[in-house]
């Protein structure tokens, strides 16, 4: 398990009876594998908090999906600038495997923060753990070769190299699967 998914594990662990008290805002929803929640250029009208399956945030770059991050259980996701600010969204949200979401619209988000001092702090920290995830995939792309990317998810996410097919793997990494191919029968 990585630190963010720990985290947001312990989170909700902390702050469970505050969140009980607003579980009747979630929709709970059984979806699908390849089930995209949210299209590149919608708005977002959703957030999702994940209680199983596996999810990817993607974009589609000159006929290419460029895959940049995962997400698992005890996870929240959205595009969370256009959740907040109701501009297209830059990406899509698809369900990898069936998955079992529970979705929130922005209304009713808005009000448990208005409500929550606590949940409003829980929320305000994820984003700054988000954001510095975001930092640091950031520049593992700049400054990183693609064999160490691997190897660092292996180490931070191992459960994404048993859970997620290799095409995804291998453009979360900015690589071709051949390339990934290769890199994995180096390290076997």
Aim: aromatic share 12%; with cysteine; proline share 4%.
């Amino acid at each position: 398990m990585n630190r963010n998914q720990s985290s947001v594990k312990e989170t909700m662990e902390i702050g469970k009876i505050e969140w009980q008290e607003f579980q009747h805002l979630f929709k709970k929803e059984t979806v699908p594998a390849k089930t995209i929640l949210l299209h590149e250029g919608e708005i977002s009208k959703n957030a999702y908090f994940i209680e199983k399956g596996c999810l990817r945030s993607w974009f589609n770059h000159q006929g290419t999906d460029i895959t940049f991050q995962f997400f698992m259980e005890g996870q929240f996701v959205s595009s969370i600038e256009s959740f907040k600010t109701s501009q297209p969204s830059l990406f899509n949200i698809e369900t990898i495997e069936p998955s079992v979401v529970h979705s929130i619209t922005k209304s009713h988000f808005q009000s448990i923060l208005d409500q929550s001092p606590e949940i409003e702090q829980q929320v305000e920290r994820l984003t700054f753990e988000r954001l510095y995830t975001y930092q640091k995939l950031f520049l593992s792309r700049i400054k990183d070769k693609p064999e160490k990317r691997y190897l660092d998810l292996i180490e931070s996410n191992p459960e994404i190299v048993l859970r997620v097919p290799q095409h995804y793997i291998a453009s979360f990494l900015g690589i071709t699967p051949v390339s990934l191919s290769r890199i994995r029968n180096r390290k076997l």
